[in-house]
Nanobody, 121 residues
Framework: QVQLVESGGGLVQTGGSLRLSCAASGRTFSTYAMAWFRHSPGKEREFVAAIRRSGGTAVYADSVKGRFTISRDDGKNMVYLQMTTLKPEDTAVYYC??????????????WGQGTQVTVSS
C-alpha cells in the first residue's frame, strides 16, 4: 500500500508556472505507475498525466501536452508535475494517484488529498 501527499498548489497568474509535488510512503514506490488528475467544480475528474514505473514513458492529456511535464524521483519517493503557460481553465484541485501494473489513464488505486491550483485571468 502507498500513501500520497501533494503540495505546491497556489494562486498564479495566466501564463505563469507552478510545480506540484507528491510525496509517497512505502518501500516499493518504484513499482507503481504514477499519475496526476484534476477536478474542478461542475466537471468530471480529468486525467492530466502519468508516468510508468521507474520513469521513462509518460502520457499526457491533450489539454496539457506541451505545457505540463510529469517526472519522478524513485530515490526520494517523489513525483512532480511541472506546469507552465498556465491558463484559467487549469484551475482545479490536483490529485496524485498510484497504481500497480502498467501505466494508464484510469484505474488508479491510491489517491492523495489534493492540492488547489488557481489561475487568475
Amino acid at each position: 500500500q502507498v500513501q500520497l501527499v501533494e503540495s505546491g498548489g497556489g494562486l498564479v497568474q495566466t501564463g505563469g508556472s507552478l510545480r506540484l509535488s507528491c510525496a509517497a510512503s512505502g518501500r516499493t514506490f518504484s513499482t507503481y505507475a504514477m499519475a496526476w488528475f484534476r477536478h474542478s467544480p461542475g466537471k468530471e475528474r480529468e486525467f492530466v498525466a502519468a508516468i510508468r514505473r521507474s520513469g521513462g514513458t509518460a502520457v499526457y492529456a491533450d489539454s496539457v501536452k506541451g505545457r505540463f511535464t510529469i517526472s519522478r524521483d524513485d530515490g526520494k519517493n517523489m513525483v512532480y508535475l511541472q506546469m507552465t503557460t498556465l491558463k484559467p481553465e487549469d484551475t482545479a484541485v490536483y490529485y496524485c494517484a498510484a497504481k500497480t501494473g502498467p501505466i494508464s489513464t484510469m484505474d488508479y488505486n491510491y489517491w492523495g488529498q489534493g492540492t488547489q491550483v488557481t489561475v487568475s485571468s
